[in-house]
């Protein structure tokens, strides 16, 4: 790890960390701005036409499932399992994620220290009662009766839980990550560009509770000049191990 994340680290007593798509590209998954990532290839279906359309929620399914056989394949890398043992050593009490790929919870790090401010591809749930359900019961699902999934329990429209364009914000998960930036002393945000809010306000949150702000990423981000320490460059060298 670079010595002075190290040392930041060591002094500080409670740290919290924002995670973005750069966390894991290092596990293969694209980033919101390469080229070629699946998020450039399709039509963004929102939550109103997934509600209203049977052909909007076919094929986010179909999108869906795709992207699930990518995750079965994608392993943390060196910058996950950085996090998860600063989280195990109980240094800091939950990682706040952007990704909606599972890996910190892969990584070993418990459901409830992870805080998903945008949801999570890894499952679905009933848009009316609320229950969980598989993606891959879902696709089996909709395999066998050529429609979109419905609740078993209700027979309501189920939908990933990844927060779709036009849906409102998790508002405890947001309130969780507000508190989380307000009560630590070091914020670390690692792989996020830091344009999407409102996770790119929780680092303002920080400073202005006396905390120091870490930016670990790849290019500049806008909150560069109120930062501690910018760390320009890959992030499993430079908070690996
Ligand atoms: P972003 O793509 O806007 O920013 C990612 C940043 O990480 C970029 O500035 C890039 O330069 C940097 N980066 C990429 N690889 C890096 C590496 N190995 N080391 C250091 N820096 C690296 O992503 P964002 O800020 O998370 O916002 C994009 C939105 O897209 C989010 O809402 C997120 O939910 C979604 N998204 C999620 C995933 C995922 O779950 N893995 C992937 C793509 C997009
Ligand atoms: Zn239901």
Partial sequence: MHPELSRLIDEAETVAVL?????????????FRSPGGIWSKFRIIDHSEFMTSEAAR???????FFMEDQLGEVKPNRGHQMIARLIASGKSPAVITQNIDGLHQVSG?????VIEVHGNARHANCTFCGARHEIAECRQ???????APVCRQCGSIVKSAVIMFGEAMPEKAFARAVRLAEDCDLFLAMGTSLVVHPAALLPKYALRAGAKLVIVNREATELDPLADLVLNGEIGELAGD
């Fill in 19 to 31: 995670t973005g798509a750069g966390i894991s590209t290092e596990s293969g998954i694209p980033d």
């Fill in 58 to 64: 076919l094929e986010d399914w179909r999108r869906r």
């Fill in 109 to 113: 790090v418990p459901d409830e220290q």
């Fill in 141 to 147: 699902m909709l395999e066998a009766t050529g429609k």
